[in-house]
């Protein structure tokens, strides 16, 4: 008697990047059957415009600095994609999605069919409005690409202007200034990290940056890039020039969701999901950074490993496992030093504000709190016990009976309730 044959859906995969490479995995955890030839259910073809695997996106920051090297990064290498019996097809863009036909058609003309697709394009460095972006040595710093192209220009560059200062532009800043560059950092707003730090968080961040070598110009803004061939000054809207070999943009993200709009998927920032990742067509998924839920996009790691969850569970195992945006602690290493930022970081009038200052150690920690519960921590320097204060901030526990100490940590906090005793939230 032979063997029957069982159909494997085709699951196609477009993005190569960290949450492809992160839904490949719970695909791969949820097999329980794990055969030699790869997926049991699936047939899986992963199509990415970058000529690597996937890689830790993260540490781009480190590369730059000198601090790790290119390949240690690297979480999938081509040849494993082999080893688990899926075709990878790296370097390649894809151009056209027929939902009518369900297959993707390649730059290189290739069509690939899909019984589910899965987008996961992530996003690129948001529109900068200045004159003059297309000359040579104007780049983004999104990618080990843009990575090997600043440290090539290095190599020659005395001056180097970034834009932005968030995460990604203080860390190209930093790596660059490691590098002997003279740097300075162009931010539109009046204090760095913005979104994560309060104004004298940002003002010890800011000193740290100064004494990495850092020339900081807050409150100001690009209006165009200088330059024949290549750039040689970037010019403020005040008037300011400032001369450089280099320019990095850094200025935040936009949703690569032009793939899926085009044909035909719903959305208005990213391409439209419901709470189980699934689009506007039932036969197409969408996570990551190009993914827009409620209204709402992307930029941490952390939600986006929770849609490849739900995703994971609804493609293996038939479970719909809802994704659900709850707030994310941020957790970040600039230049060394550490931050730890969740909820509210701004005080207002409403909150009532414990706040530790340590100067000469550059250590902050801020706790806002209303109606006796924690809505905002922001650590800047010691993060020690930052999850701990988070949890209770998530379940908005009374801290009334800590309050004398309450920012000494943990260990000064025993008349609250131990998170052991307390009940779990719902995970996803």
Not at 227 to 234: H, N, Y
Not at 343 to 366: C, M, Q
Request: charged fraction near 20%; proline fraction near 3%; charge should be positive.
């Amino acid at each position: 008697m032979s063997e029957r044959k069982t159909y494997k859906k085709r699951l196609v995969i477009v993005g190569n990047g960290m949450a492809a490479g992160r839904i490949i995995d719970e695909l791969i955890a949820r097999d329980t059957v794990k055969p030699k030839s790869g997926h049991s259910l699936f047939d899986i073809t992963i199509i990415g415009d970058e000529t690597c695997g996937s890689y830790n996106r993260i540490m781009l920051s480190s590369v730059l600095a000198g601090t790790t090297s290119a390949m240690s990064i690297i979480q999938k290498p081509a040849s494993w994609y082999a080893q688990q019996g899926m075709r990878f097809m790296a370097g390649i863009r894809v151009t056209q999605i027929n939902r009518q036909q369900c297959h993707v058609l390649c730059a290189n003309d290739e069509r690939i069919s899909y019984d589910h697709l899965i987008i996961a394009t992530g996003s690129r460095p948001a529109h900068l409005p200045a004159l003059n972006q297309n000359i040579a040595g104007v780049m983004a710093f999104r990618t080990l690409a843009d990575v090997d192209t600043i440290l090539s220009l290095s190599q020659t560059a005395k001056h180097a202007v970034v834009i932005g200062g968030g995460l990604l532009g203080l860390e190209a800043a930093y790596g660059m200034a490691v590098r002997g560059l003279q740097v300075v950092l162009v931010h539109r707003s009046a204090w760095l990290l913005n979104r994560q730090l309060d104004e004298a968080a940002a003002a010890m961040l800011a000193r740290v940056m100064t004494h990495k070598g850092v020339v900081l110009k807050l409150a100001a803004q690009v209006a165009r890039f200088n330059g024949q061939i290549r750039v040689e000054s970037a010019q403020l809207t005040s008037g300011e020039i400032l001369p450089c070999d280099v320019a990095v943009i850094a200025t935040g993200i936009t949703p690569n969701a032009e793939l899926g709009i085009e044909a035909g998927l719903q959305g208005q920032y990213g391409i439209a999901v419901n709470d189980f990742l699934v689009t506007s067509d039932p036969h197409i998924s969408a996570i990551g950074e190009c993914a827009e839920h409620k209204g709402k996009t992307f930029g941490l790691v952390e939600p986006i490993w929770q849609h490849c969850i739900s995703v994971a569970d609804r493609l293996v195992r038939g479970m719909q496992t809802a994704y659900q945006n709850t707030p994310v602690a941020t957790k970040l290493k600039v230049s060394g030093v550490q931050v730890f930022s969740a909820g509210e970081w701004l005080t207002s009038p409403e909150h009532r504000a414990f706040i530790f200052v340590d100067s000469a150690r550059n250590i902050y920690r801020k706790l806002l709190l209303k109606n006796n519960c924690i809505v905002g921590i922001v650590f800047f320097g010691d993060v020690r016990d930052g999850q701990y204060f988070f949890e209770l901030m998530e379940r908005q526990i009374s801290v009334i009976q800590a309050m004398p100490q309450l920012l000494m940590g943990r260990r000064f906090c025993m008349q609250l309730p131990s998170m052991m005793a307390l009940p779990m939230n719902k995970t996803i």
